[in-house]
């Protein structure tokens, strides 16, 4: 399925200089090396440079900067990857949902579902539930009494929300995904684990992007809590009570454990995990498959873990870390032995 | 949702001392901190004793110990943490499902279903499957044939199990969950990977958790089998055979791969992963993170991972570990010559 | 539920020599150590010959060199394991699902279904959807528009396929995994995340296993591309534009970030990471829980991590670990003083 639309109303939703025939049609997106001469590509990462001068696009979005000996059509922009973002959507295929509930969906009689909402077939919408205009909730949904999505949502198919979800506008939640599942709270009597209810609910902000089979657990008696603008990426685990500021960036995989609250404008790459009950403040970039085991106050990048290497050589390394305190101590040893012998050694060359 | 008790009713229930009027309305449950006036809290780790001064909460659930100079009301018992835990059940604001089959479920003629049990909106139970009294199966669950669930059992909507799982008494299983998955397993044909049917199933002792979208794959020949009192977070991945001992917790993205068998009252922190085809014993706690390869035959705390530091001394310390077993062999031999020196020099010192 | 099947069909079958008598009836399989008198076991890893002598089993798959000495029944074949696997699909429990699209189904009326194919309760299919003959969709199943499912497919109960996923033929699909999820991009505008819509669509090959809640997110222009013969295992993340070889295979966790290309026959084992943009060549076989953070070029086995230790001394290790560049450093200090000693040493020795 294709789109199609002119490079001049291109420029013109963009905002962009145009170089080139505004009667050009485009059908599509690509990459500088994939590109076809319909497809329109963009200069973003400065080592693709190089695919300019070779590409087939119908047109490059570029900045000004790079389209300097640049003949080949174009279009001007200050920042080529935020254009490529914003048009992106224009060539989306995913189909529009129509307006109105599934006969076969199972709604509530006090739910509400706003007329310019879309409920897909199969989906199930609980007592006191509160959809708003505007807002897709997709096939083999189950959206759990008194939870709220606010206008603009989409929800794809099969996403489950439990009761006392609060969802803010224009939230994307992928399949799969969990929102309001029963944290991990137990406490132990004698070697045996006694459940906590979890009464608390989940508290979702705006503009915020749930991933594919991501679950974010509900708090133990207060909301856990996610900000405005946060985006979390498939696989992800939030524990209860764990409260995430504004405009933080969550890769694939990583776990966040109970009680932790994370700053505003962080990242944290792929695999990450966190213990519980610690605090990371804003503007703090974790690196892939660290765990971070303590507070972080100060904002910049933080790493654990070591690198790849051949197995046999990972193994010597891997035998030695652990006398890595032995080798520590027997380097001090040393360095008093060597210390001692060469002050020796200066004081009888001294004499 | 509130529900509302009184202070002297949650006194009886918990055979607890009370210190307060026994008419005092109590709406719900807060941390110290969070507290209001309708609320009760408590103190169970002595790092929020600071806060018993200042908190509004109705009430504080105190060891009597702690209690020695708290002039504000009071419910003293010996475990003020297993104490909140069995009275957050009278606030937990969980939807209870009615009894009886929803219309939309489908149920197979030969499947049976207690009378005295819940089958929600677009449930599918399928031939032979068996769900005993006062078992909730939440809306869009699916029972493969042959599967039991045990009395009391709690599925929230989503949860899926294959053919032949049978699940014991009192077993709480959140959204996502799926069980008897066929397992990971392939010959290796010149290279191309032939697939061995999992003819095995699943058995599930009594009083178990399982979180959200955990997996627990179906036995290869034999079941899969997790004792009594075991509690699963979310997001965990059991492969085939894997045996788990009574009353063991795991925490979050935990992945034990294939036959490994894990004793009982153990606890694994989030992420941690086992090898296949390891024992560990009665006991062990692995913090979070921790790549198990052994069997590990002796209680106790175990672990693995390096710590976190800011990612420019993080690279310097990843850079030298790779050369670490170089490191230790210069170690030595420098040893060793200093050595050599050293008794030279006590030598030409005795001479 | 179990087969019954002689001996002697099993030998022709497979095209082994019996030894023993060919109506022997056999009802299933197990280990040596566990199998009854009714079922077959078999011998591959040379660790359990072993159990050769007091099995009960009915009767043991065995390499010919191994059957040496063994005078109880046997199948000789060259490769046990493979045997193994061949007829362990003659004992799969595994209902079969009944041909037909069932009455609750909801499929679009431009949808093209197989009449040979199976489609479950509450399955829904949407426009320009195709179902080719022996495919069985499951309970629950989702099928987005213009999606493809090539002949002999099997997609458990509650499997999620967004639009314009292409999949080959005898692909079995896990339930909760979700085939062309919107991949994580996104384009940062003044530290707000501008979603970028994922245009691309899925293309899975022939012949391949996808496990429980593993998510295959679409490209983000072009396909996201898995390779034939493609074994993936439980909660894995295949991320955005992401090409995986033939016959590769991954053990559960895994995590592969986006663009990342990977060979054809290499191994993953569980919990490996890969960071996004890099390429692996064919053939490389990855330790768990190894993050991967740099293309591999060379064939053969790779790791990361550190060894598990007791807690107490691992706290130790980490801690120096974190010096481990000022180690390093001192080290090499020591070294030249040392050799500055033993040379002037020697020097005045020689002198």
Chains 1, 2, 3 share one sequence.
């Not at 995989?253 to 213990?275: F, N, Q, T």
């Not at 804003?282 to 990048?301: K, N, Q, Y």
């Amino acid at each position: 399925m294709t789109a199609t639309i002119t490079l001049g109303q291109l420029a013109e939703f963009l905002g962009a200089t145009l170089r080139g025939p505004a009667d050009k049609h485009i059908t599509g997106l690509a990459t500088l090396q994939e590109a076809g001469p319909d497809q329109v590509s963009f200069l973003a990462n400065p080592q693709y440079r190089k695919f300019l001068a070779t590409t087939h696009a119908a047109a490059v979005l570029l900045k000004p900067a790079d389209a300097e000996g640049y003949t080949a059509d174009a279009l001007l922009v200050p920042d080529p990857y935020l254009a490529y973002a914003r048009i992106s959507h224009l060539f989306d295929p995913k189909p529009k949902a129509p307006v109105g509930v599934h006969p076969t969906a199972v709604v509530a009689e006090d739910a509400f579902v706003d007329p310019a909402a879309s409920v897909g077939a199969y989906a199930v919408i609980e007592s006191g539930a509160r959809i708003a205009a505007g807002v897709t909730i997709g096939v083999h949904c189950y959206i759990g009494a008194r939870s709220v999505i606010g206008e603009g949502g989409w929800l794809a198919p099969r996403v489950t929300l439990y009761h006392d979800v609060r969802v803010g506008q224009r939230v994307v939640i992928q399949s799969g995904a969990v929102l309001g599942g029963e944290g991990f709270g137990f406490a132990n009597e004698k070697g045996v684990w006694q459940k906590i209810a979890q009464i608390g609910g989940v508290t979702i902000g705006d503009d915020v992007e749930i991933g594919v089979n991501t679950a974010i657990d509900r708090g133990a008696m207060d909301d856990t809590r996610i900000g405005n603008g946060v985006k979390l990426d498939n696989q992800i685990q939030i524990a209860h009570n764990v409260q995430i500021g504004d405009h933080t960036a969550m890769a694939a995989c990583v776990g966040i454990s109970g009680s932790a609250k994370i700053g505003k404008h962080c990242m944290l790459a792929g695999g990450v995990g966190l213990v519980g009950h610690i605090e990371i403040c804003d503007g703090v970039f974790v690196t892939g498959m660290t765990m971070v085991t303590r507070s972080i106050t100060e904002p910049g990048a933080y790493s654990s873990g070591t690198a790849m290497q051949p197995a046999a050589e990972w193994r010597k390394s891997a035998a030695r870390m652990r006398h890595l305190d032995d080798m520590a101590r027997r380097l001090q040893q040393l360095e008093k032995i060597v210390e001692a012998v060469t002050s020796g050694g200066k004081a009888s060359s001294d004499g």
